[in-house]
């Protein structure tokens, strides 16, 4: 349940961004700059229409299946390597190498390699994830607590439950880190992978209202998609901090 003095900040914010975005459009009057009530105006008609949940939707299926692909396999490099001397020695340098690796030579490299298929947009998205993923569940690894390993060996709980009631309860903070700083990372990477192979979606359309200088309609579509991601934050990873937190107390 919302409390009133919980939520009036974010409410008087949001209140003085529209007021600024105002006087900044009247003081312009420029097409560059569109008054509120115009993008507003182009958001009513493309929900009413389905066209911007239609294009969201399409986007937000590649953002879901390229962040689970992402987290699921950067977790599981990431946890090795900081559990794991050996393996954090041997593919270190492949880490820093993929980190540094600008996200457009991997979307151009897929498209070339594997054409311009809904896999190769995904995979190129994941890829520009996992290594971010992995850098951060390494840290995670190597800062567990041995004394609550210790006394798992010691009342011999097993690997497997040892790495659920011991090990995933410290790692959970790590998982919302990357899972928070994952989506802000992949929604904007499946824009670019949209707009530069795609033939739908966010991406597709904020290009294609580029060409025609259709401001209203490219801050429409950001607002709409901003807007979304918002709601998933505060739905499923505020609730899931709360809770992976409570061990701590």
């Not at 914010?13 to 569109?34: D, I, K, N, V």
């Not at 182009?42 to 929900?47: A, I, K, N, Q, S």
């Not at 520009?128 to 690894?141: D, F, M, Q, W």
């Given at each position: 349940m919302f409390h009133l003095h919980?939520?009036?900040?974010?409410?008087?914010?949001?209140?003085?961004?529209?007021?600024?975005?105002?006087?900044?459009?009247?003081?312009?009057?420029?097409?560059?700059?569109?008054?509120?009530?115009?993008?507003?105006?182009?958001?009513?008609?493309?929900?009413?229409?389905?066209?911007?949940?239609?294009?969201?939707?399409?986007?937000?299926?590649?953002v879901a299946a390229s962040f689970v692909l992402a987290m699921a396999i950067g977790s599981a490099i990431g946890i090795a390597m900081g559990r794991s001397r050996l393996l954090d020695r041997l593919f270190d340098a492949w880490l820093v190498l993929f980190l540094n690796v600008p996200a457009l030579v991997v979307i151009l490299l897929a498209y070339v390699w594997f054409g311009l298929i809904e896999a190769a947009a995904i995979l190129a998205v994941a890829v520009?994830?996992?290594?971010?993923?992995?850098?951060?569940?390494?840290?995670?690894?190597r800062a567990l607590d041995r004394d609550y390993l210790e006394m798992a060996h010691s009342f011999r709980l097993g690997s497997l439950r040892t790495f659920r009631h011991v090990v995933l309860p410290q790692l959970s903070p790590y998982f919302l880190a990357s899972a928070r700083s994952g989506l802000a990372l992949i929604w904007k990477i499946v824009l670019v992978v949209e707009l530069l192979g795609r033939s739908d979606g966010v991406g597709f359309q904020l290009h294609l209202y580029f060409q025609l200088f259709d401001v209203a309609s490219i801050l429409a579509y950001t607002l709409a998609f901003v807007a979304v991601v918002l709601v998933i934050e505060a739905v499923c990873f505020r609730p899931l901090d709360r809770r992976a937190l409570r061990w701590r107390r």
């Open positions: 919980a939520i009036w900040p974010r409410l008087a914010s949001f209140f003085l961004f529209l007021l600024l975005w105002q006087l900044g459009a009247m003081a312009l009057e420029s097409r560059l700059l569109p008054l509120p009530e115009a993008v507003f105006a182009v958001l009513r008609d493309g929900f009413q229409s389905g066209e911007i949940p239609h294009h969201i939707g399409i986007t937000l299926g590649r520009n994830k996992i290594p971010n993923v992995a850098v951060t569940l390494r840290e995670g690894s």
